[in-house]
């Protein structure tokens, strides 16, 4: 079943080197991929599902084991050059869709890397889930922002400085931000 997903994706990546993904259609994808037509629709409801699809399989093979406190830097810089390895796919996706789903995408993609950090870093405290939530949504969208800004610009910057810049400025803000907020 993944091979046939794979095979999908791949003929998807090709097709968008070419034209835009408005311009793609499941007869250009299955014809790419020697699949029937029957067959995308029982993996993927969309072209747009595929891509999601694609591209939290990105971002789960980035950041396999970096999500602790002492690896989030590495999962972070280990996405962005996943992103930047798929640069023509995602700058395509990133022209063709709606701006709110590249950021619904982005959002689900730094919670896996961030919620793993905020937990370990909340032991000891007395801390509500809703506060932990709440401290990771705050980085999130700062980490939301930073790959927005970054694709905006052509992903001209390195992805390791990237990460290490955003590491210099949050260094320690974790668990700050959840000792602010817990009863202990």
């Not at 014809?31 to 029957?38: N, T």
């Not at 000891?124 to 610009?153: C, D, P, T």
């Amino acid at each position: 079943m993944n091979t046939t997903k794979q095979a999908i994706a791949a003929s998807l990546k090709q097709l968008l080197l070419k034209k835009p993904i408005t311009k793609i259609t499941i007869k250009d994808i299955i014809e790419g991929c020697g699949v029937s037509r029957m067959t995308f629709y029982y993996h993927f409801g969309d072209i747009y599902d595929l891509v999601e699809w694609m591209c939290e399989e990105d971002a789960r093979a980035a950041l396999r084991e970096n999500r602790t406190y002492d690896t989030w830097q590495r999962g972070f810089q280990s996405l962005l050059e996943a992103v930047r390895e798929n640069k023509p796919f995602i700058v395509n996706v990133y022209r063709s869709v709606d701006r709110a789903q590249i950021e619904r995408y982005l959002l689900r993609v730094t919670e896996k890397l961030l919620m793993s950090v905020i937990e370990e870093q909340a032991e000891g405290l007395v801390i509500s889930a809703e506060s932990k939530r709440y401290v990771a949504n705050f980085f999130q969208f700062g980490f939301m922002g930073i790959m927005l800004e970054w694709i905006e610009h052509d992903m001209a910057e390195e992805p390791a400085k990237v990460a290490e810049t955003t590491c210099k400025i949050i260094h320690g803000g974790f668990r700050r931000a959840l000792e602010r907020l817990s009863g202990t």
